[in-house]
């Protein structure tokens, strides 16, 4: 028997197209060998650092030749806890190959890019930061890690060199920075890293990062300043 259903909506569920923002990871090689090692060497000791979030796999980056294994490809990001919905970009037989894997295509999408300072994670998006921040009020010695997951970060004590502060909004040391200082880590361009000493070994913010093998110059070393990010570039200047 068949029944008609048209011009009646029905009573239990409704459609309608979703807006959401998602992860995008830009796959640049085939080779999941090199993509496992380099994910385990940024997120290996951040366990928290991703919390089932949606994910593209964005192939625009990839070879035409290039021909994924999926399969492969799904067990190794499974371990940092995301979960990839859909692919785009990419050619025929890479789209294929996706789809036959269980991957959606997605060829529009509200994408947050996720951005990082190692050379396999891809940049751009944005990033909605919580106004609550999460307040760190001892030392950080080296090996200690702190992360504001989706907000900012106030450290009211010194982070050490070997220690790491990470956020998803600013970051603010009030006291010498000496070790690692990461913001905007989930790709927003506009955080900024504000401290009132600073000697780092290592700034970043949304992707853009740079290392401190050389002291800084006289004019900056140990001195209040903020970074922030102009274009592709970090700036470091004076907190008025």
Same mark, same amino acid.
């Given at each position: 028997?068949?029944?008609?259903?048209?011009? *009646?909506?029905?009573?239990?569920?409704?459609?309608?197209?979703?807006?959401?923002?998602?992860?995008?990871?830009?796959?640049?090689?085939?080779?999941?060998?090199?993509?496992? %090692?380099?994910?385990?060497?940024?997120?290996?000791?951040?366990?928290?650092?991703?919390?089932?979030?949606?994910?593209?796999?964005?192939?625009?980056?990839?070879?035409?030749?290039?021909?994924?294994?999926?399969?492969?490809?799904?067990?190794?990001?499974?371990?940092?806890?995301?979960?990839?919905?859909?692919?785009?970009?990419?050619?025929?037989?890479?789209?294929?190959?996706? %789809?036959?894997?269980?991957?959606a295509l997605s060829q529009e999408a509200d994408?947050?890019?996720? !951005?990082?300072?190692?050379? &396999?994670?891809?940049?751009?998006? *944005?990033?909605?930061?919580?106004?609550?921040?999460?307040?760190?009020?001892?030392?950080? !010695?080296?090996?200690?890690? /702190?992360? &504001?997951?989706?907000?900012?970060?106030?450290?009211?004590?010194?982070?050490?060199?070997? &220690?790491?502060?990470?956020?998803?909004?600013?970051?603010?040391?009030? &006291?010498?920075?000496?070790?690692?200082?990461? /913001?905007?880590?989930?790709?927003?361009?506009?955080?900024?890293?504000?401290?009132?000493?600073?000697?780092?070994?290592?700034?970043?913010?949304?992707?853009?990062?740079?290392?401190?093998?050389?002291?800084?110059?006289?004019?900056?070393?140990?001195?209040?300043?903020?970074?922030?990010?102009?274009?592709?570039?970090? *700036?470091? %200047?004076?907190?008025?």
């Amino acid at each position: 028997m068949t029944v008609s259903l048209a011009g *009646r909506a029905p009573a239990t569920f409704e459609l309608k197209s979703a807006n959401l923002p998602l992860l995008a990871l830009l796959l640049k090689t085939a080779d999941l060998g090199q993509l496992a %090692q380099e994910m385990q060497v940024r997120f290996g000791d951040m366990p928290d650092f991703f919390d089932h979030d949606p994910l593209v796999i964005d192939l625009a980056p990839l070879p035409a030749e290039a021909m994924v294994d999926f399969d492969a490809l799904l067990e190794v990001l499974k371990p940092y806890r995301v979960v990839p919905v859909a692919v785009k970009g990419g050619n025929a037989g890479q789209l294929r190959a996706a %789809q036959e894997a269980g991957l959606a295509l997605s060829q529009e999408a509200d994408v947050v890019a996720a !951005r990082a300072p190692a050379p &396999a994670l891809p940049q751009g998006g *944005r990033e909605e930061v919580n106004p609550s921040a999460l307040v760190i009020e001892k030392p950080l !010695r080296s090996g200690q890690q /702190a992360y &504001a997951r989706g907000r900012d970060l106030v450290v009211l004590a010194m982070v050490n060199a070997g &220690a790491e502060v990470i956020a998803d909004g600013h970051i603010h040391v009030y &006291a010498p920075l000496r070790g690692k200082a990461i /913001a905007g880590a989930r790709g927003n361009t506009e955080a900024r890293i504000f401290t009132q000493c600073l000697e780092p070994e290592l700034v970043s913010i949304a992707g853009i990062y740079r290392s401190f093998e050389e002291p800084l110059p006289a004019d900056l070393q140990g001195r209040p300043k903020q970074i922030r990010l102009e274009g592709s570039k970090l *700036r470091i %200047q004076g907190i008025p």
